[in-house]
């Protein structure tokens, strides 16, 4: 059975840090290619970032570039995102994913194959 859990995310103000976790269980995670999504209140969800098996692929959204950072250990099948810079708009329930995907990755959220429950994310203005 596949388990994917996120943890880290909270109430920080604008401009503040955060980082997010995700551990993944019952599949190879150094085999798959992983992703971090967030939904809105009142909108669907989108991919933030991705990164490949190997890390040798990582893709951003343009609104988190240069803020965001993504990262895996896949030693301890652990799916980073280091978040700078925090703005009320990435305000959202932040969910991690895996795609069945053995080159590169897709910010897609239809792409995804196992996902999270998700970590509230809240910046306050």
């Known amino acids: 059975q596949v388990q994917v859990v996120e943890s880290g995310g909270g109430l920080v103000q604008a401009g503040g840090s955060l980082r997010l976790s995700c551990t993944v269980s019952?599949?190879?995670?150094?085999?798959?290619?992983m992703g971090w999504f967030r939904q809105a209140p009142g909108k669907e969800r989108e991919g933030v970032s991705c990164?490949?098996?190997?890390?040798?692929?990582?893709s951003y959204q343009d609104s988190v570039k240069g803020r965001f950072t993504i990262s895996r250990d896949n030693a301890r099948n652990t799916l980073y995102l280091q978040m700078e810079n925090l703005k009320s708009e990435d305000t959202a329930m932040y969910y991690c994913?895996?795609?069945?995907?053995?080159?590169?990755?897709?910010?897609?959220?239809?792409?995804?194959?196992?996902w999270g429950q998700g970590t509230q994310v809240t910046v306050s203005s």
């Open positions: 019952g599949l190879n995670f150094a085999a798959y290619a």
């Open positions: 994913a895996v795609e069945v995907l053995f080159a590169g990755c897709r910010i897609t959220v239809s792409a995804q194959d196992y």
């Open positions: 990164i490949s098996r190997n890390g040798g692929t990582i």
